[in-house]
């Protein structure tokens, strides 16, 4: 299990390290001058070089490369001294001239805009985003295995029916779109019947109160990003119940006198949920990338509208920290789930 693990975990550094030298590529060949972003078209060319040296610009690019893996690396070289260590906040380990081998966390530079560590954007908004992601796959799980288990029970009915092309529709239409359509029908068209508005964020000030939470806006959003979701979830729940319910067992519950009810939920759907759990647990990670335009539409303050608003203004630090971090929930989120299928079932690791 161990070996497994380890295996898994050099899988993960391998998508990393790539991740980080495509994003790092992609956002280096994109057209533009940062500094000029910056500083504005009228600035004069100190000021432009000032820039430019402050961020690292004017190195060349493999240079400017292995500066950004170098801050990127938990294990890492720094100037010894004060500044160095109030930037980096590392933990010396072994000195090397005017250098020092340090351990830290991964530093994800500043931004261009606001001269803000990136991490510290991050740790705002992500909290956010994270609630929005957790709450749009709560409501598609209940909803989902709800209507799921609902059309198998009745299955070539109009509920069967009904539910089928509520998962079709959910499946095919886009988020953006659908985020639109919900937007301006819950929030402006019904407003009055909802009570919710088409855009806000989680978080509102209130001039007597302070900063205050809104779960109101919470919906909309929480809506559009759980509706492909749960329309999978409906697909799935009902092909396994329809597989369980035609097991052999089922039919002797139903031969020794057990009631319909007892049947469905205390003994099918508990085995019809096995490829269910499977798929939420990988989905996750895809709800939080799938918020950024979600966010976006409804003014909703995390990640994803962070991240759409940096890319406006080319503020590409913002833009390329938030990529790294959704690359690693992905990879830490496999990591756990192969390890957690080879310790419930072991033939997973021979395979």
Same mark, same amino acid.
């Given at each position: 299990?161990? &070996?497994?693990?380890? /295996? /898994? ?15 790092? $590529?992609?956002?280096?060949? %994109? ?43 938990? %294990? ?32 994800? #530079? ?23 992601? %957790? ?9 989902? $295995?709800? %209507? ?98 035609? &097991? ?6 139903? !031969? /020794? ?69 959704? !690359? ?13 299928? !080879?310790?419930?079932?072991? #033939?997973?690791?021979?395979?």
């Amino acid at each position: 299990m161990l &070996q497994y693990a380890i /295996k /898994k975990f050099l899988y993960g550094l391998a998508v990393m390290a790539g991740v980080v030298s495509v994003v790092f $590529v992609l956002f280096n060949v %994109l057209p533009g001058d940062p500094a000029r972003m910056t500083m504005g078209q009228r600035s004069d060319v100190q000021s432009l070089e000032a820039v430019r040296k402050e961020f690292g610009l004017d190195k060349s690019r493999p240079v400017q490369f292995f500066l950004y893996l170098n801050d990127l690396s938990p %294990l890492s070289i720094h100037p010894d001294n004060k500044e160095s260590l109030e930037k980096y906040h590392y933990l010396r380990l072994v000195g090397v001239g005017e250098e020092v081998i340090a351990l830290k966390w991964p530093y994800l #530079r500043r931004s261009y805009q606001t001269k803000r560590e990136v991490t510290s954007i991050l740790r705002e908004t992500v909290p956010n985003t994270f609630i929005l992601a %957790l709450t749009a796959m709560i409501f598609a799980t209940i909803i989902g $295995v709800f %209507l799921g288990v609902l059309s198998a029970v009745h299955k070539d009915t109009w509920i069967d029916k009904t539910a089928n092309s509520f998962a079709i529709l959910g499946i095919s239409a886009p988020s953006f779109f659908a985020g639109i359509i919900i937007a301006w029908l819950f929030g402006f068209v019904w407003s009055d019947y909802t009570g919710l508005n088409m855009s806000g964020s989680l978080y509102s000030y209130d001039p007597f109160k302070g900063e205050i939470m809104t779960w109101k806006n919470l919906w909309l959003p929480m809506l559009t990003l759980g509706l492909r979701p749960l329309a999978i979830i409906v697909q799935l729940t009902r092909s396994a119940m329809l597989d369980v319910l035609a &097991q052999d067992y089922i039919r002797t519950a139903r !031969a /020794k006198g057990l009631g319909r009810n007892a049947i469905i939920y205390k003994h099918a759907l508990k085995n019809a949920l096995n490829p269910v759990i499977t798929a939420i647990s990988g989905w996750f990670a895809s709800l939080l990338a799938g918020s950024f335009f979600v966010e976006y539409i409804f003014g909703y303050n995390g990640l994803g509208r962070t991240t759409v608003t940096a890319l406006e203004m080319s503020d590409f630090p913002v833009v390329m920290g938030s990529i790294l971090f959704i !690359a690693f929930i992905f990879v830490l989120i496999n990591i756990l789930v192969d390890v957690l299928y !080879a310790f419930v079932d072991p #033939r997973v690791k021979l395979a």
